[in-house]
């Protein structure tokens, strides 16, 4: 890249700091024209910054020099006064200097262009800048760190195993090497295999963590569903009356539950009605609970199972609503007009989510890219085993390098330009 860009790392509007970035080769000389010459890289200098004639703001000017800095370029930051007048001048100053806004995420992209970074790295600096939730933040340092390109290094060495084996066999096959080579590696796929199958499987929970976990309130009308939503959301979210069907459509809040964020989602009380505008919010409560990670049955004193009952699963919970009414049955009785019970509810969610998203291991996959990729070199692992079986080592080489390939996507060693946009287009200007 040969053009210089800029953007505002801080939020917009008025604070007591607004901090711009600039990356790109004429970075030194854009500093020197704006009278902040003579920095000594990486220490915080105080520079009077001016053009045109015009004093712009007294700031504090890093410089980093490449290619020691994040995006491996020469690079710089401008520590401003957080006034807009002062954003608005210095940046006016910048275009006028010939450099470019950043497109969003185009730090980082660079970053990963130089060799910074893996995308895997890339990506966790997006999940870190919009991590709600401990979990999300942990799993995001984690990702950070290399955890998620370890896991993937570890695939990806099996691999390379078992094809060098295979690759023997179908180079020198006249020379004194041992009979049915490729036979070898056999094991080796079956263990990559079984890995890969186990990592699909355990996707759910990287991508429940980032995302948000889903709970539904699903019963019938006048339930209390709204009730309970506002009492767990802690503000009036959703309006509650006496009248059945004033819930029409889905309802979403999110929340931190044990250190997990959840998507809460209120939903239309279930029955048959001929009102076409409640009997389509009927639709959406059954199919946004068919989707849910977790159903939440609220049932008042009284109330038959209903179409609720189709809904619910066994791993699912029954909330008792109106419980200073009475209670009958099972599953956890709560008040809200009184507060009882919203705790041992609240204790109960966070141990589910605990359960369901903690876990020993790294996730092996934290968005759909990853599930995508490690899916389709699962396929290429399993159609390599096939072909030695059939003794058809050069296709189970040209399977293996397809898997191999799929793999070193997801951390961008080879084939990435067809992911880049898809990596960096939900990143923040300024990163």
């Known amino acids: 890249m040969t053009d210089t860009i800029f953007a505002l790392a801080t939020p917009p509007g008025r604070g007591a700091i607004a901090v711009i970035r600039l990356s790109g080769p004429?970075?030194?000389?854009?500093?020197?024209?704006?009278?902040?010459?003579?920095?000594?890289?990486?220490?915080?200098?105080?520079?009077?910054l001016v053009h045109a004639g015009e004093h712009l703001?007294?700031?504090?000017?890093?410089?980093?020099?490449?290619?020691?800095?994040?995006?491996?370029?020469?690079?710089a930051e401008l520590h401003l006064h957080g006034g807009a007048a002062v954003v608005e001048g210095v940046t006016r100053a910048?275009?006028?200097?010939?450099?470019?806004?950043?497109?969003?995420?185009?730090?980082?992209?660079?970053?990963?262009?130089?060799?910074?970074?893996?995308?895997?790295?890339?990506?966790?600096?997006?999940?870190?800048?919009?991590?709600?939730?401990?979990?999300?933040?942990?799993?995001?340092?984690?990702?950070?760190?290399?955890?998620?390109?370890?896991?993937y290094g570890g695939f990806r060495a099996r691999l390379l195993r078992a094809l060098a084996l295979v690759e023997a066999e179908i180079d020198f096959p006249d020379e004194e090497v041992p009979?049915?080579?490729?036979?070898?590696?056999?094991?080796?796929?079956?263990?990559?295999?079984?890995?890969?199958?186990?990592?699909?499987?355990?996707?759910?929970?990287?991508?429940r963590v980032r995302d948000g976990y889903s709970v539904v309130l699903i019963g019938e009308t006048n339930a209390g569903k709204s009730s309970l939503f506002n009492a767990l959301v802690a503000r009036e979210a959703a309006i509650v009356t006496d009248i059945p069907g004033t819930t029409r459509d889905v309802l979403d809040a999110r929340l931190e539950i044990g250190g997990y964020v959840v998507t809460l989602s209120d939903t239309a009380g279930l029955r048959d009605s001929a009102d076409p505008i409640e009997a389509e919010g009927v639709r959406r409560a059954r199919a946004r609970a068919e989707s849910a990670d977790l159903r939440l049955w609220v049932r008042a004193p009284g109330d038959a199972d209903g179409p609720a009952a189709s809904l619910f699963r066994d791993d699912d919970l029954v909330v008792k609503t109106k419980s200073d009414l009475g209670v009958d049955g099972s599953g956890i009785s709560v008040s809200v007009r009184t507060g009882d019970g919203l705790e041992a509810l609240h204790d109960w969610l966070a141990g589910r989510l605990g359960r369901d998203l903690s876990g020993s291991d790294?996730?092996?996959?934290?968005?759909?890219?990853?599930?995508?990729?490690?899916?389709?070199?699962?396929?290429?692992?399993?159609?390599?085993?096939?072909?030695?079986?059939?003794?058809?080592?050069?296709?189970?080489?040209?399977?293996?390098?397809?898997?191999?390939?799929?793999?070193?996507?997801?951390?961008?060693?080879?084939?990435?330009?067809?992911?880049?946009?898809?990596?960096?287009?939900?990143?923040?200007?300024?990163?």
């Open 57 to 75: 703001d007294d700031a504090l000017v890093l410089r980093f020099v490449a290619p020691a800095s994040y995006t491996g370029e020469d690079a």
């Open 94 to 151: 910048l275009l006028d200097l010939g450099l470019r806004p950043a497109e969003p995420g185009e730090f980082t992209r660079r970053a990963f262009e130089h060799g910074k970074l893996d995308l895997t790295r890339a990506e966790a600096v997006a999940d870190l800048i919009d991590a709600e939730s401990d979990a999300q933040r942990r799993q995001a340092l984690g990702q950070l760190g290399g955890a998620l390109a370890e896991t």
């Open 179 to 207: 009979d049915n080579l490729a036979r070898q590696a056999s094991p080796v796929l079956g263990e990559l295999a079984a890995m890969l199958e186990a990592a699909l499987a355990d996707g759910e929970r990287g991508r």
């Open 362 to 431: 790294f996730p092996p996959v934290t968005r759909a890219r990853h599930a995508q990729r490690l899916g389709a070199a699962l396929s290429y692992v399993r159609s390599a085993s096939v072909a030695i079986e059939r003794g058809r080592a050069e296709l189970a080489g040209d399977d293996l390098r397809a898997a191999g390939r799929a793999l070193s996507s997801v951390t961008g060693e080879v084939g990435v330009e067809e992911v880049l946009g898809e990596v960096f287009a939900s990143f923040c200007i300024g990163k």
């Open 26 to 48: 004429d970075s030194r000389v854009v500093l020197e024209r704006l009278g902040a010459g003579s920095l000594t890289p990486r220490l915080a200098s105080l520079r009077t």
